[in-house]
């Protein structure tokens, strides 16, 4: 009878340092030739899995402002393995990528708004990934992938086909069943988060959900975040403006700006973004509240927007349908100081960032002509060091590979080491005195018969 086999392997192999002498030579190379050319990265980032004690030398050396990552936060190295399921290998995926006629393309998602990229781009770069593994036995996480947001705006599947697709997509995954999807990944990346899953509270509440919405208000009754097992993600900010080089629209200095704070958003009738519009009409030369026109012939190009951003020192983010909104990372690559005015909102990567040195959280109930005075007593020296500081921090809102000294996806690859477990149970799974896993008929794990049982 064959044990699970990785789950058995002996504590502490999995943290072994796997570099050469040659890899730790070239290591410490690279190290100083970043901390040489590039001061940007004070992040102490390592190219590869040093020990512990390179790791801190090099730290104390590259270490300028208040984070220190990965080492605070997180450990020294990342080791790490997920399988990615492939499409063809579970009935019913497809459908979750591309429709049930499978029609949808991922080039489409990837236009479309924030919410149906990141989806598509997330499974991209993990299928490139150093961290992935093909081996089931040995993966310490498994990752579902699916673009059901996309796939639902596009007329591909209605909400009664996905719930039933995700049900039968989980229940051929033996090694779901064996965690009781607790090692398993799934991304919802808008708004509606995992309740695009309609029954997500009885199949996948104890699985890790990515999603860039921590808001336990939403509307329905129980809220799909949950802080100790979800990671919140960043938004997706326009590639034109986070990626490498010469953005598409570069931030202004303080002096030349017009304003000193600005909205760019729709109220949509929301109270705190009327409350917004009603002081930009009392303070027009302080507070932009522009009414942007995000549809129709007058649609706003996304330069235009970003060139609207940078022209005020701060940028406010009011709450919107829900409490996550892409503005505060937007106004880290126009460099504008983000307000956060709301609430509820939930950051990522919050084991490394200290976010009080970055941005700040004003009460959505105070929002006024009090908000104006107060932005307007900080001093241009104050909003340069905030702006210095998040010009540091900001690589890791961008989605480019995880073996990029600092990205999105490096960051989250962090976040989900620390959710790796040694062991995983589940109510339906039983083990022997020789580490074999069997089901409650004592049928070992290796002969599970498909469909398992879900919950
Ligand atoms: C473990 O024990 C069970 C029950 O005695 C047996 O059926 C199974 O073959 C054993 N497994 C291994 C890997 O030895
Ligand atoms: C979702 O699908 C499952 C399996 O088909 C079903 O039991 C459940 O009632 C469905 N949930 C909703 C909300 O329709
Ligand atoms: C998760 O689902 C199980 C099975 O339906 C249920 O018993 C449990 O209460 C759920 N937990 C939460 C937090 O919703």
Not at 182 to 187: E, G, Q, T
Request: hydrophobic residues 35%; positive net charge.
């Amino acid at each position: 009878m064959a044990s699970t086999g990785s789950k058995l392997r002996p504590l502490g192999a999995h943290h072994q340092p796997n570099c050469t002498r040659t890899h730790q030579i070239g290591c410490l190379f690279l190290v100083f030739t970043t901390f040489f050319l590039t001061r940007l990265f004070d992040h102490s980032f390592t190219p590869c899995d040093l020990p512990v004690e390179q790791v801190r030398t090099s730290q104390d050396l590259v270490q300028v402002g208040p984070q220190s990552w990965p080492v605070r936060g997180y450990g020294s190295q990342l080791f790490l393995k997920i399988y990615v399921y492939d499409v063809e290998e579970i009935d019913g995926l497809k459908a979750l990528l591309y429709g049930r006629d499978g029609k949808i393309t991922e080039d489409a998602c990837l236009k479309g708004q924030w919410g149906t990229q990141l989806k598509v781009k997330i499974h991209k770069l993990l299928k490139k990934s150093r961290y992935r593994t093909r081996k089931k036995e040995e993966a310490d996480l498994f990752f579902v992938p699916s673009y059901v947001k996309c796939v639902r705006m596009m007329g591909g599947l209605n909400d009664k086909e996905i719930n039933q697709t995700y049900v039968k997509v989980i229940s051929q995954m033996p090694y779901f069943r064996l965690s009781g999807g607790r090692n398993h990944i799934f991304v919802f990346p808008s708004g509606a988060g995992a309740h695009l899953f309609k029954s997500w509270a009885t199949y996948i509440n104890r699985s890790i959900i990515l999603t860039p919405e921590g808001d336990r208000t939403d509307k329905r009754d129980t809220s799909a975040f949950n802080t100790w097992k979800d990671i919140i993600i960043p938004g997706n900010v326009d590639d034109g403006m986070s990626k490498a080089g010469a953005p598409v629209v570069q931030p202004l200095p303080l002096s030349k700006r017009k304003y000193l704070a600005n909205y760019l958003g729709r109220a949509q009738g929301k109270s705190d973004r009327l409350k917004l519009i009603a002081v930009a009409t009392q303070f027009p030369n302080k507070l932009e509240c522009p009414d942007l026109k995000f549809s129709g012939p007058d649609k706003l190009g996304r330069k235009e927007y970003f060139e609207h951003l940078r022209n005020a020192k701060f940028c406010l983010a009011p709450r919107g349908e829900s409490s996550w909104t892409l503005r505060f990372y937007e106004s880290y690559f126009v460099e504008c100081v983000p307000v956060i005015l709301s609430d509820q909102a939930e950051l990522p990567f919050q084991n490394v960032i200290d976010y009080s040195q970055i941005s700040i959280k004003w009460p959505s109930s105070r929002i006024g002509p009090q908000l104006l005075q107060y932005l307007e007593s900080i001093s241009d020296e104050d909003i340069e060091a905030i702006i210095a500081r998040g010009r540091q921090v900001r690589c890791l809102w961008v989605y480019a590979s995880d073996s990029a000294p600092c990205s999105a996806m490096r960051g989250i690859m962090w976040e989900l080491q620390r959710k790796v477990r040694q062991f995983h149970q589940s109510a339906e799974t039983f083990w022997l005195h020789n580490g074999s896993f069997v089901n409650r008929n004592l049928v070992e794990f290796s002969k599970w018969e498909l469909p398992v049982p879900l919950p």
